[in-house]
């Protein structure tokens, strides 16, 4: 419990906060990291996957590209990466989109999935066009399933980043890293802590989005209010 | 106003759900297509608003071909109800009534007023318009189906067993309330069951399916009743059970109720001028709704 | 290739050491969850906390828990409990939500029937309870074995023997071969063991046999 102790003041030690290479800095650089990453990693998931589960089309394929993907050794695509395309940001953050795009990618589709096909059936029926169909009905009820698609994926990455800088990217892993050279177990212990701090603020604002995603008349039906 | 030309339609699985049917619809009127699950009749109806296609032969809608109209302005024309309502979860009573009408333009404040006027019709409390559809009954979500279908003031209105989903007290209540409405807008009114004493309840013309949407008998209730065309339609109506052969048998009070072949009482006989004559509905007697007096007869 | 037949012993070494590291995790897991699930699906008052701890816990980065266990349970940082504890953790907190659901799935008519035929409660939930909860329990499983062999990799930027030293020493010595060589067992070894799951399943459960057919 000492070493704990200790670890904590690491992190409250004020020198260490600040400078290009401080704690403020480095967990800006993580976070900035997994944003990044994320943002990209939806750009190419989000459309593929609401194209799968709008026309049904791929299910197959997008199923076990997305299961198959859990196998995928994060450490083995980040050391990978890292060879193929040398040293600086573009290695890691290939690694991070690849590790990220099959949880969003999955939940996409899963979530137009999970709306009631009577109800797409009925809004044809009504005159809905392919496209009103999308995007008044898919995507908002699908939306909740999409954001916790997009928080695995944040949470995926923020582990991998911590990893990154093993292959020489920034971000915590940084003091990580250099505390396990060191055997300064305060400094590897005190920014571990500051990661899983990090992850878990991001889980919480996540958790916090996807509940404002549900749609209201969603909301009322899973309290089971009734008239 | 519609009509089933030499119809076929072959699934890609290669079932075939329909086989060469025809069918005029007159105008106005109310058809019962009804039938066991699987006979077709809801790929029929599917087709007068092109959901399904047919693999050979024609749908007319006022004499035209509907596979050459476009399928979207064909659906805002023709309203459309379904079993279980199929509501927009997220959305409210109200902008779930508006939905059509404002697909086709209408500005939000009319689309507001139509809407109220519709949950007036369908005998919806206006407090409910900014519920959701979570928020209500079975029997309440069915009627805000119907406003739904009847607010682009469609001339067809097609039900896809639309009230298979509430209990018998709120169905019977429905189907009665169905009836006054048609006769108050008189829309050309196509509904799918395989309930045949709601098909007699409603239908001003029956059409009995068998597999491949072959028809057994056409015609109206009373015709079905009195003049069965075959044993299928005695099976189907349940005549060969005996239950519709009904009797009298005079209750302890000297009322007189009527029972089927088995005893089971049907229903009480209303006083020979005290009820008037509701001709169109011979089966009436036997649907299944409340049943007064059952308690006090004998045998029961 | 070259570099696979070369050195066929280290990969069986690095192979072995990684199967006995990720099969303790997977079946540790496998035994602490049924109790625990059962109590967040009997109690609806230990529901939450159990399911948030859970969700909370598999949020937690790897490598920092790897680090911090050792102060908690007094390991040194190399050691591969540690690891085996990690791993644990992660496949609770994964397959407690699978028992629980799995277990409020049950058919009410099916567990009152057995009530209704005398059978005593333990009884009840192993031969009536635990097999019908068993798809969405084994499904959870299988997700937990999967993840459970690819995180176990990460271990090595500690020293920590198992696949993923071929990662690390392919890394720091340029050699591409030894790292996709890694990438390629973990998930064989991944697949392999879901595969194998699947087919215990369906000796354990022969009445799903029909729908899994896909």
Known sequence: MNQLWEAVLWCLDPAHWTGPSGIAARSLEHLGYTLLAVVIAAAIAVPIGWWVGHTGRGRGAAVALSGAARALPTLGVLTLTALLLGIGLAGPMTAFVILAVPSILAAAYAGFEAVDRRVIDAARAQGYTGAQVLWQIEVPLGLPVLVGGLRSAALQVVATATLAAYVGAGGLGRYLFLGLKTQDYAMMLGSSLLVVVLALVLDGVFALAGRAAVPRGVTVARRGVNA | MISYRSVTKRFADGTVAVQDFSLDVPRGTLTVLAGSSGCGKTTLMRMVNRMVDPSSGQVLVDGEDVAGRDPVALRRRIGYVMQNSGLLPHRTVAQNIATVPRLNGVDRRAARRRTGEMMELVGLDAKLADRYPAQLSGGQQQRVGVARGLAADPDILLMDEPFGAVDPLVRSELQRQLRQLHGQIGTTILFVTHDMDEALALGDQIVLLRAGADIAQQGTPREFVAEPANDFVRTFLGLDRGQRTLHRERAADGSIVVVDAHGRPAGVLAEPDGRPDDGAHPGAAADGGPRPGIQDAPGA | ?214
């Open chain 3, 1 to 214: 290739m070259n570099w696979v037949l070369d050195n066929l012993p280290l990969i069986a070494d690095r192979t072995w050491a990684h199967l006995a590291t990720s099969l303790p995790a997977i079946l540790a897991a496998l035994v602490i969850s049924v109790p625990l699930g059962w109590l967040a699906h009997r109690y609806r008052i230990l529901n939450g906390p159990v399911l948030t701890g859970a969700g909370l816990m598999y949020a937690i980065p790897s490598l920092p828990l790897f680090i911090v266990l050792p102060v908690l349970i007094g390991t040194g940082v190399r050691d591969v409990v540690n690891v085996v504890v990690a791993l644990t953790l992660y496949g609770v907190a994964l397959l407690v939500r699978s028992v629980a659901d799995g277990l409020d799935g049950v058919p009410p008519e099916a567990r009152g029937a057995a009530v209704a035929l005398g059978y005593p409660p333990l009884r009840r939930f192993l031969t009536v309870d635990l097999p019908l909860a068993g798809p969405v329990i084994l499904s959870g499983l299988r997700v937990v074995a999967v993840s459970t062999v690819s995180l176990c990799t990460v271990g090595a930027v500690l020293g920590i023997p198992s696949l993923g030293l071929l990662f690390t020493d392919g890394f720091q010595r340029g050699i591409l071969a030894e790292i996709l060589t890694g990438i390629v067992l973990t998930v064989v070894l991944a697949l392999a063991l879901d595969r194998l799951l699947v087919v215990l399943g369906r000796l354990a459960m022969p009445w799903t046999r029909a729908e899994a057919g896909a």
